[in-house]
């Protein structure tokens, strides 16, 4: 079953709003989560990592007071689109590294979650 | 419920092929995504196919069928920076990417 959830799968807005998308760990905590932007057949663009408890490390060119993330809990991280533009429009994808230790060893994979679709007017 | 099945690990030589299948069961269907992940980095998309066959990118080879639900990725003539996990990824009807766990592929000398 799914790993990494996001809300909503799909929103269309006004230029100018804010628009909040939703990340959820659903099977185990994490400390840090991961928000992606993708173009058209492109490749996914790292935009910033989230961190418990801690400020986003934002990546360069991406404007921190922009694109909002807040990582308020071990399953939750939100991005918040701000005043949106048309340029704004794309597919927000979230990630989720498991890196804790389990029996046998520590794993570190990277689980994708379904993608928000952004359209803005 | 949707469904993207895809080797955990593959071990191939330098200078050999390797083919990495990936079958799903999705709710509907709007394309399939082949992208190469190296540690600690981004996802780098590598392919899209939408309809049936094989689309060819230099080393790099994609087929889809889609009554069998079915894809691969073909790599040619492997070097040893081809080491990497192999994600491939479906639309669904929605829109939706399903996910699937991802391919790592070791390449030996």
């Known amino acids: 079953g799914a790993v990494v959830s996001q809300h909503p799968s799909r929103v269309i807005c006004k230029s100018g709003t804010s628009v909040k998308i939703e990340c959820r760990s659903l099977d185990f905590q994490a400390t840090t989560m991961f928000w992606y932007r993708q173009f058209p057949k492109k490749s996914l663009m790292l935009m910033a990592t989230s961190n418990e408890g801690s400020k986003a490390t934002y990546e360069q060119g991406v404007e921190k007071d922009k694109f909002l993330i807040n990582h308020a809990s071990l399953t939750l991280s939100t991005l918040t689109v701000t005043s949106a533009h048309p340029e704004d429009s794309s597919f927000y994808i979230c990630?989720?590294?498991?890196?804790?230790?389990?029996?046998?060893?520590?794993?570190?994979?990277?689980?994708f979650g379904p993608g928000t679709r952004l359209t803005v007017l | 419920g949707q469904n993207i099945d895809q080797p955990t690990e593959m071990t191939a030589t330098e200078g050999a092929i390797v083919q990495i299948n990936c079958t799903y069961q999705t709710s509907g269907f709007n394309g399939l995504f082949w992208y190469q992940q190296h540690a600690g980095e981004a996802p780098t998309f590598l392919s899209y196919?939408?309809l049936d066959g094989l689309e060819e990118k230099g080393r790099f080879s994609s087929f889809l069928s889609r009554s069998k639900g079915y894809s691969y990725l073909l790599l040619k003539e492997l070097q040893m920076k081809d080491s990497a996990s192999y994600l491939c990824?479906?639309?669904?009807?929605?829109?939706?990417?399903?996910w699937g766990a991802g391919t790592k592929l070791i390449i030996k000398p």
């Open positions: 196919n939408v």
């Open positions: 990630s989720v590294n498991r890196g804790a230790r389990l029996a046998g060893g520590p794993t570190d994979t990277q689980y």
């Open positions: 990824a479906v639309m669904d009807s929605n829109y939706q990417l399903i």
